[in-house]
């Protein structure tokens, strides 16, 4: 955390404060909402939750050895603590001050698919020139962004936000303590739909992006999207398209796939071009360091830098991270799904040497048309060509049903849960398959990773 005080943080937050004057001057190292967490130097933020209230935990918080606390009521104990009407609002505020007077350059990432995996691109590109603070986890909400704010230290030189929302206003917020130099959009999809409604509320919603851009900021987008082709200049800030479309600024041609080794590729542009050499497979995975290239030029980085930065990229946990176990060659993508990146990781399994088999299961948050949205992916399936499908859950069914419909050759399998894929894998695959796993994250489906990677 950047060197502050107590004094500062309670002027950041609007905030109270009390204690002894003297304690005001107190230096605070980090700020936690983790109890467990709490340690010398460190402020414990009450957050009350819906099922846990932080409040309760303050004294925990006081024997772990926590400096002082920021909370909502007025706790009795002998430690300062600053006084504020909502904390979460406070550690928003905090973060915002913080954040502005690092006056660092911001790269804030945004849409519906490949947030995660275009922000850890971006990380590796930039930080071949820059000490580089990112986004960890799943940290990229109204709670989150704070959180990793603080933890910027004084040699850092840059920040990767992640920008994560599910409804209208929430861009606007986060946008509002990023305050980005530089907003990439990766692509509008069939997301948060219950709360967005359609495709065109998603693109509304994550534009919200724009509301704080910095001046002679960056607006970097996926030309290749039809509704992000549609974004107009933002207070004389002309977007920057990437993508594989002629009419985008920065393109990847020539593409040389090497199946589960990834690609090697041409970058241009209209001043230069560049050879890289990507080791993750999937043209969705070539958009995301077409994002990180266009960053790195807008921050002025070498094209040898980038492609170096391309290169060093290794895929994290539950996102496209390719898994060679001693029977299988298993691509964990489980985190998350939605149409979107269902069928791009559907596509980028079917380039794939050898048996391929995709585990499939339900995508959440869909809204009203789920049913149909589901049977879209199993459209999309049936005419790549994977030898083996299996799905499980109910909205899953429709893929299926697609697939029937559509005339697949694909050989097919439906169970209704996961338990009952889980018992019957071991008749379905072959040594040496290539497996594909994806379904939204609440399937928790890294239980059948785990099966196929555990020798």
Known sequence: MIKTNLKTLAEYSQGQFYGKDEEKDLEIKGIT????????GVL???????????????????????????CEKAPDIDIPYILVDSTVKALQDIAREMLKKADIPVVAIGGSVGKTSTKEMVASVLSQKFNILKTEGNFNNELGL???????????EAAVLELGISDFGEMHLLASIARP??????NIGDCHLEQLHDRDGVLKAKS?????????????????????????PVNGVEPYFYGFN???ELRAVNIRKNGPLGSDYLIKTKELAFEVTLHMPGDHMILNSLAAAAAGLKLCLTPEMISRGISDYVSIDGRFKVIKSGKYTVIDDCYNANPMSMKASLSALAGMPGRKVALLGDMGELGKDE???????????SGLGIDVICCAGPLSKNIVQALKDNASTSELHYFTDKAALLSTLPQILEENDTVLVKASHFMEFGDIVKSLITP
């Open 33 to 40: 909402t983790d109890s467990r967490k709490a340690a010398e």
């Open 44 to 70: 414990f933020a009450c957050i009350k939750g819906e099922r846990v209230d932080g409040h309760d935990f303050i004294n925990k918080a006081k024997e772990a050895g926590a400096a002082a606390v920021i």
């Open 146 to 156: 704070p959180l990793t704010i603080f933890e910027l230290r004084e040699e850092h």
């Open 181 to 186: 130099d530089i907003c990439i959009l990766t």
């Open 208 to 232: 919200e992006m724009f509301d704080f851009l910095e001046k002679d900021g960056a607006i970097i987008l996926n030309g290749d999207d039809e509704r992000l082709r549609r974004v107009q």
């Open 246 to 248: 002629e009419d985008n």
């Open 371 to 381: 049913e149909q949205l589901h049977y879209g992916v199993g459209e999309h399936a």
